[in-house]
T-cell receptor, first 114, second 117 residues
Framework: QKEVEQDPGPLSVPEGAIVSLNCTYS??????FMWYRQYSRKGPELLMY????GNKEDGRFTAQVDKSSKYISLFIRDSQPSDSATYLC??????????????FGQGTILTVHP | GAGVSQSPSNKVTEKGKDVELRCDPI?????LYWYRQRLGQGLEFLIY????????KSGLPSDRFSAERTGESVSTLTIQRTQQEDSAVYLC???????????????FGPGTRLTVL
């Protein structure tokens, strides 16, 4: 079993739709939960992160963490064609010799069509 | 401002040849990471540098892979006797490092796309 599981999609939605992206993880030691966005032929960029359980909202994006079920989600409201990208969940190590090492999900390819 | 840069952006090589990939981190970032991304896959961790020491090399796939870093600056990832399964995008990231406190954001370069024929 992989440490972080993410459905690769692809996911295709019409402009204006609400998008839900999800990951599950197995190691309860993770404390931070990140979402990266990667456009084609570019490096990933941090979209948002949460610490521990709960919700965090940033504009049209909401990140949600449920540590009891080891489940993380990213919601995109009023999706736009410019949101078309690969979305990767990433969980960093908290310390030790592997400080900061990110464990990534497989990534979900999202296409928002006009 | 200057971000993380990587060179070359693309590299095509023949099986059995050695290749060197270069990463220039953001100035002042003490931590540097190499990841590999195969087609349609997420990123796989390869190696982590704090300064010029590598506390975690656990992700290097075989002894054909090595990396070094000069001070808190440039890093090179070397793959010897390349194989077709080495074809992937190699991404470098840098961050403030172990003394950041709290969440330490990694900033990624654009990657080097390696194709082994």
């Amino acid at each position: 079993q992989k440490e972080v599981e993410q459905d690769p999609g692809p996911l295709s939605v019409p402009e204006g739709a609400i998008v839900s992206l999800n990951c599950t993880y197995s190691n309860s030691a993770f404390q931070y939960f990140m979402w990266y966005r990667q456009y084609s032929r570019k490096g990933p960029e941090l979209l948002m992160y949460t610490y521990s359980s709960g919700n965090k909202e940033d504009g049209r994006f909401t990140a949600q963490v449920d540590k009891s079920s080891k489940y993380i989600s990213l919601f995109i409201r009023d999706s736009q064609p410019s949101d078309s990208a690969t979305y990767l969940c990433a969980l960093p190590n908290a310390g030790g010799t592997s400080y900061g090492k990110l464990t990534f999900g497989q990534g979900t390819i999202l296409t928002v069509h006009p | 401002g200057a971000g993380v840069s990587q060179s070359p952006s693309n590299k095509v090589t023949e099986k059995g040849k050695d290749v060197e990939l270069r990463c220039d981190p953001i100035s002042g970032h003490t931590a540097l990471y190499w990841y590999r991304q195969r087609l349609g896959q997420g990123l796989e961790f390869l190696i982590y540098f704090q300064g010029n020491s590598a506390p975690d090399k656990s992700g290097l796939p075989s002894d054909r892979f090595s990396a070094e870093r000069t001070g808190e600056s440039v890093s090179t990832l070397t793959i010897q006797r390349t194989q077709q399964e080495d074809s992937a995008v190699y991404l470098c990231a840098s961050s403030v490092g172990a003394f950041a406190g709290g969440m330490d954001e990694q900033f990624f370069g654009p990657g080097t796309r390696l194709t082994v024929l």
